[in-house]
């Protein structure tokens, strides 16, 4: 299996609201960026499809290590919330339907052929490329945005 590093993250302006989101995928010398952008989502949305864009963009299995400042995103692998909703027909420990639900499904299936490492890094703090993501998703929403007026 081929080792790849995807680094993530989402953008909004407002919650709802216009948002954007990238991802950097690197393998061996090779760097990819992906970027979009939706008329209305939410924070959490964008964040998702940063990983799903990221994730269906690889065309054979991959050993990946994913980075995302998203505790969100990161915790629902890491700490079993994903497999919990998935047992309890998709309902969250408020005995609510879990949302973004259209998103987790199809991350599950992007990421089933890849052994995915989820790994949170913070935010806003200096690493290359989550700045460097946060700028493709900045600069998504800005495009979607300018191109509605």
Same mark, same amino acid.
């Given at each position: 299996?081929?080792?790849?590093?995807?680094?993530?993250?989402?953008?909004?302006?407002? /919650?709802?609201?216009?948002? *954007? @989101?990238?991802?950097?995928?690197?393998?061996?010398?090779?760097?990819?960026? $992906? #970027?979009?952008?939706?008329?209305?989502?939410?924070?959490?949305?964008?964040?998702?499809?940063?990983?799903?864009?990221?994730?269906?963009?690889?065309?054979?299995?991959?050993?990946?290590?994913?980075?995302?400042?998203?505790?969100?995103?990161?915790?629902?692998?890491?700490?079993?919330?994903?497999? /919990?909703?998935?047992?309890? *027909? @998709?309902?969250?420990?408020?005995?609510?339907?879990?949302?973004?639900?259209? $998103? #987790?499904?199809?991350?599950?299936?992007?990421?089933?052929?890849?052994?995915?490492?989820?790994?949170?890094?913070?935010?806003?703090?200096?690493?290359?490329?989550?700045?460097?993501?946060?700028?493709?998703?900045?600069?998504?929403?800005?495009?979607?945005?300018?191109?509605?007026?």
């Amino acid at each position: 299996m081929k080792n790849v590093t995807i680094y993530t993250d989402g953008s909004c302006s407002g /919650n709802p609201g216009p948002g *954007g @989101w990238g991802c950097v995928l690197v393998y061996d010398k090779h760097m990819k960026e $992906l #970027w979009g952008a939706e008329a209305n989502a939410t924070n959490q949305r964008m964040e998702l499809f940063a990983a799903i864009a990221a994730l269906e963009a690889l065309k054979q299995p991959c050993a990946v290590e994913l980075y995302s400042d998203s505790a969100y995103l990161i915790n629902a692998f890491n700490l079993g919330w994903l497999r /919990n909703w998935r047992q309890n *027909g @998709w309902i969250n420990s408020k005995k609510q339907p879990v949302e973004n639900q259209d $998103l #987790w499904r199809r991350l599950l299936m992007a990421a089933e052929n890849h052994s995915v490492t989820w790994r949170k890094v913070k935010g806003h703090a200096g690493n290359e490329l989550n700045e460097h993501c946060d700028a493709l998703a900045r600069a998504a929403l800005t495009a979607k945005r300018e191109e509605e007026v």
